[in-house]
């Protein structure tokens, strides 16, 4: 799960280390992305604004 802190809603990627796009959508303040599902692993994730990379970050997943 990632929290999303931007005030409007956003657009966003999420990539797996090999650059497959696993997931993407729109999300707004407050929501969250359920990454569940998904193979244990590194991915990136990049969050766009109006055509605009707003920031990207590693995102490590591990079993619980």
């Given at each position: 799960?990632?929290d999303?802190?931007?005030?409007e809603a956003?657009?966003?990627?999420?990539?797996?280390h090999?650059?497959k796009v696993?997931?993407?959508?729109?999300?707004?303040?407050g929501?969250a992305?359920?990454?569940?599902g998904?193979?244990?692993?590194m991915?990136f994730?990049?969050v766009?604004?109006?055509?605009r990379?707003?920031g990207?970050q590693?995102?490590?997943?591990?079993?619980?």
């Amino acid at each position: 799960r990632i929290d999303i802190s931007e005030a409007e809603a956003v657009e966003y990627k999420i990539v797996s280390h090999l650059g497959k796009v696993v997931k993407q959508g729109q999300v707004i303040s407050g929501s969250a992305i359920d990454l569940r599902g998904h193979p244990d692993g590194m991915y990136f994730m990049q969050v766009w604004s109006e055509e605009r990379l707003l920031g990207s970050q590693r995102v490590l997943l591990l079993a619980r």
